[in-house]
């Protein structure tokens, strides 16, 4: 009789590979768990990475009081960005490749302490010269490959400026002198609204000086004086004469008013005159005849500045032109470009809020609402530009403070 295998025999042999797999398998398991072990061990004994950024606070020098809170606020925003900074290194640990720290982490620290830097620049130049603190050299932040370091650098104390032994000396008294503008040439009619107003603004200009004077006593050092007060009005003396040069040209032949030669005033350190120097009005005249331009710009005749009234809908802006009269590296072009188009976009829409806005508000309210922001608007962007250009080359003073107020044409 034929004799077969009982199920139960071949189950038997099944049974017993079955268990040599699983011991195998078993010891497979225990070394990978040891190694995983192994390896969380040496993250464990692998310090994170900080960054290292150099300190601002040691280069602001004595900041004054009108300065003071805007300084602290950017200083703390140095340390935030710092601890930001850490913490995307601590919770990104392993992600991208051996660039990741540097393109996703140190380049954007850079682009942003730079703009904080450079806000710091600008709140001190409000009331002081505009100092320049290398917000390019100290932007650049670099890693403590051991971690460690400080998160938070910078002082929450800001150094107060002090009278200094040059500044008791000037005293910041006295009043400001500045040379008559005389216009010796025939206004055409269409220039004399432009030419009255210009000629107003340069006596509020010596007027707002020797306010100046009057409020910073005490402020800065031995040229606070000179480059604070005198050293500004002379800019913008400088592009109020320049504006009525270029008024007068529109209808007749462009004079030379002087403008280098007249914008420079000085110090009368025995106080009096000069708060009223200049003439309200201009002489009236008529366009020389001949001239195929008469009948343009005739808005111009009835320009107005300061409490300009109830909006009726159908003023316009005004705003003095940007010049840039430096070289323009070019690196910086295309965002020279992008701000001078952006100053054209700014005028424009003040120009539709005003249509806009028809018959709301007081007297007050386009000073209020329209021209007090956008003059804001262009000083934040053509100090961008200078920065664009300070990047690759000098930093140039665009004169962004005497650039940035706009009037009306009406």
């Known amino acids: 009789m034929k004799r077969y295998r009982s199920y139960r025999s071949y189950a038997g042999g099944s049974s017993a590979g079955a268990r040599r797999w699983r011991v195998a398998g078993v010891a497979g398991v225990a070394v990978a768990l040891v190694g995983v072990g192994l390896g969380v061990a040496a993250a464990a004994d692998t310090a994170v990475p ?62 942003k302490r730079f703009a904080t830097i450079n806000r710091m620049e600008t709140a001190i130049g409000r009331t002081l010269a505009k100092p320049d603190l290398n917000a390019e050299g100290l932007s650049g932040c670099t890693l403590n490959a051991d971690g460690g370091g400080n998160a938070s650098p910078e002082p929450a104390q800001v150094p107060a400026a002090s009278v200094s032994a040059g500044a008791s000396a000037a005293g910041n008294t006295g009043t400001i002198v500045c040379p008559d503008v005389v216009i010796d040439v025939t206004i055409p009619a269409q220039a004399k609204a432009e030419i009255d107003r210009n000629l107003a603004l340069l006596r509020t200009q010596i007027n707002e000086a020797n306010a100046r004077l009057k409020s910073s006593v005490g402020q800065g050092g031995a040229n606070f004086v000179q480059n604070a007060i005198l050293g500004p009005l002379k800019d913008k003396r400088f592009a109020t004469i320049n504006r009525m040069e270029t008024a007068i040209g529109r209808n007749a032949a462009k004079p030379n008013l002087n403008a280098e030669g007249l914008s420079t005033c000085s110090l009368n350190a025995a106080g009096g005159g000069g708060a009223a120097a200049q003439p309200t009005a201009a002489p009236t005249t008529q366009a020389p005849a001949g001239n195929g331009n008469a009948g343009n710009n005739q808005a111009a005749a009835s320009r107005n500045t300061g409490n300009v009234g109830i909006n009726d809908g159908t003023a316009q802006v005004d705003c003095p032109d940007v010049v840039i009269d430096v070289a323009i590296p070019a690196q910086a072009k295309a965002e020279v470009d992008r701000n001078l188009a952006l100053l054209r976009t700014q005028i424009n829409e003040a120009d539709a809020r005003i249509k806009s806005t028809a018959f709301q508000g007081g007297v007050n309210f386009i000073n209020n609402a329209i021209l007090g922001p956008l003059k804001d608007k262009r000083f934040a962007t053509i100090n961008r530009m200078e920065t664009a250009i300070g990047r690759n080359a000098a930093k140039p003073n665009l004169n962004a403070e005497g650039l940035s107020a706009c009037n009306l044409n009406k």
Do not use: S
């Open 50 to 111: 900080t960054v290292n950024c150099p300190t601002v606070a040691g280069k602001l020098g004595a900041v004054p009081a009108q300065a003071q809170a805007e300084i602290a606020r950017n200083l703390q925003l140095l340390n935030t960005q710092i601890q930001e900074a850490n913490n995307r290194i601590r919770t990104t640990q392993g992600q991208g490749g051996p660039d990741f720290i540097q393109n996703a982490i140190l380049g954007p620290l850079k682009d």
